[in-house]
């Protein structure tokens, strides 16, 4: 069963960090783009960052840009999203996806075939 799961989410206080990761299980993400997304309370979803396959390019949105890293260990499988002076606004549930044609990564959800089921993270003192 190719699966992808998210970790790291928690409870965290503004200014502080967090870092999730991505892994996946029954395939490789080796050929995959893979981008992280985040849905608030009565938002819609937004793409917040992603990788190409190779790890030569990057995206992220203008809301994290300075804030957050994305990297990627295609030996483990796994991506990870390193969030530093973390706000309330970036609260939401962060989830991860892969796109098989991982050339280049976008935030068109509609590009991406696997998705985790999501982990929490919540800014607040």
């Known amino acids: 069963q190719l699966q992808l799961v998210e970790s790291g989410g928690g409870l965290v206080q503004p200014g502080g960090s967090l870092r999730l990761s991505c892994a996946a299980f029954g395939f490789t993400l080796d050929y995959y783009a893979i981008g992280w997304f985040r849905q608030a309370p009565g938002k819609e979803r937004e793409g917040v960052s992603c990788?190409?396959?190779?790890?030569?390019?990057?995206n992220y949105a203008d809301s994290v840009k300075g804030r957050f890293t994305i990297s990627r260990d295609n030996a483990k499988s796994t991506v990870y999203l390193q969030m530093n002076s973390l706000k309330p606004e970036d609260t939401a549930v962060y989830y991860c996806a892969a796109d098989p044609y991982g050339r280049l990564c976008s935030f068109l959800t509609g590009e991406y075939d696997y998705w985790g089921q999501g982990t929490q993270v919540t800014v607040s003192s």
């Open positions: 990788i190409s396959s190779s790890g030569g390019s990057t």
